[in-house]
């Protein structure tokens, strides 16, 4: 298993913006689907956006995205595939939460966390309003 680590979060007004970070342990991410849940308290784990692994080198994946974060958060690879980003845009108080990144070998990038075996340790977002 890879351990993931993220990092980029903390705490803005809404309206703004933030981009995290999903690292492996010293490792590439480009043979792996990438996906982004958060928690907020006293929620379950949900689904944020995802992106699949592709056989193609010409292409970084499909993405998958939770209705309530589309149009206002990106998920991408970066240009060396080691590492995956979640842009995060027009941030709302309702996506405060600890976000997670977890990935699978040769993944989909469904939208369930039982898809997943490798994850992080999260981090916490706050918006304030």
């Known amino acids: 298993q890879e351990q993931l680590v993220e990092s980029g979060g903390g705490t803005v007004q809404a309206g703004d913006s933030l981009r995290l970070s999903c690292a492996a342990s010293?490792?590439?991410?480009?043979?792996?689907?990438v996906a982004w849940f958060r928690q907020a308290p006293g929620k379950e784990r949900e689904f944020v956006a995802a992106?699949?692994?592709?056989?193609?080198?010409?292409?970084?994946?499909?993405?998958y995205y939770a209705d309530s974060v589309k149009g206002r958060f990106t998920i991408s690879r970066d240009n060396a595939q080691k590492t995956a980003a979640l842009q995060m845009n027009s941030l709302r108080p309702e996506d405060t939460a600890v976000y997670y990144c977890?990935?699978?070998?040769?993944?989909?990038?469904?939208?369930?966390?039982?898809?997943?075996?490798?994850w992080g340790q999260g981090t916490q977002v706050t918006v304030s309003s």
């Open positions: 977890a990935a699978e070998f040769r993944g989909s990038g469904v939208n369930s966390p039982g898809h997943y075996s490798n």
């Open positions: 010293g490792r590439t991410l480009s043979n792996y689907a």
């Open positions: 992106i699949s692994w592709s056989a193609f080198s010409w292409s970084a994946g499909s993405t």
